[in-house]
Antibody, heavy 125, light 111 residues
Framework: EVQLVESGGGLVQPGGSLRLSCAAS????????MNWVRQAPGKGLEWVSY????????FYADSVKGRFTISRDNAKNSLYLQMNSLRAEDTAVYYC??????????????????WGQGALVTVSS | QSVLTQPPSVSGAPGQRVTISCTGS?????????VHWYQQLPGTAPKLLIY???NRPSGVPDRFSGSKSGTSASLAITGLQAEDEADYYC???????????FGGGTKLTVL
């Protein structure tokens, strides 16, 4: 059974740092691309970051570029999100989500097939 | 302001049919990228509902269906049930943003 379990959330002051972890099990972690998606209280979903299976390709949303760093340790089946210079608007539940690639008319596309339960990050003084 | 536009809310009586629209642009849906739909029940993580515009993962009832045309997509739910009351999100890829994009979400109320 595929499982994604986030940890590391909590209360942090504006300007502070926090590191989220996502422990994966039930599948070959090193074969899958992974993402972080967040959801502010009462708001919709926002994609945050993507990392390829080998960590050779990384993308960020403009809202976190230069402040957040995604990484992974395939030996430990773990995904990470280092969050620096945190702002009040970063307050959200952060989900890790697995990307599943498929072929669509000759093009590679992906969707998020498994999600963790989420970790709450609150940025407040 | 979400890149993909969804109606904030829809409602319907049990047994009825409702549709939820998802409108994008030439840099995402209109560029040929597929649309995927997720259901989020209160207090839980999102769950994949439709992938590749119109495909249902194993275990998703055939009451749920999806379609795509031009720069828009739609999710249809027939035979509404009380358990369908949830938030629904569309998702695609945006070539100008080099990342995934979501709709703002639609809250479905079963009357």
């Amino acid at each position: 059974e595929v499982q994604l379990v986030e940890s590391g959330g909590g209360l942090v002051q504006p300007g502070g740092s926090l590191r989220l972890s996502c422990a994966a099990s039930g599948f070959t972690f090193s074969s899958y691309e992974m993402n972080w998606v967040r959801q502010a209280p009462g708001k919709g979903l926002e994609w945050v970051s993507y990392i390829s299976s080998s960590a050779s390709t990384i993308f960020y949303a403009d809202s976190v570029k230069g402040r957040f760093t995604i990484s992974r340790d395939n030996a430990k089946n773990s995904l990470y999100l280092q969050m620096n210079s945190l702002r009040a608007e970063d307050t959200a539940v952060y989900y890790c989500a697995r990307a599943y690639y498929y072929d669509s008319s000759g093009y590679k596309r992906y969707y998020f097939d498994y999600w963790g339960q989420g970790a709450l990050v609150t940025v407040s003084s | 302001q979400s890149v993909l536009t969804q109606p904030p809310s829809v409602s319907g009586a049990p047994g009825q049919r409702v549709t939820i629209s998802c409108t994008g642009s030439s840099s995402n849906i209109g560029a040929g990228y597929d649309v995927h739909w997720y259901q989020q029940l209160p207090g839980t993580a999102p769950k994949l509902l439709i992938y590749g515009n119109s495909n249902r993962p194993s275990g998703v009832p055939d009451r749920f269906s999806g379609s795509k045309s031009g720069t828009s997509a739609s999710l249809a739910i027939t035979g509404l049930q009380a358990e369908d009351e949830a938030d629904y999100y569309c998702q695609s890829y945006d070539t100008s943003l080099s990342g995934s994009v979501f709709g703002g979400g639609t809250k479905l109320t079963v009357l």
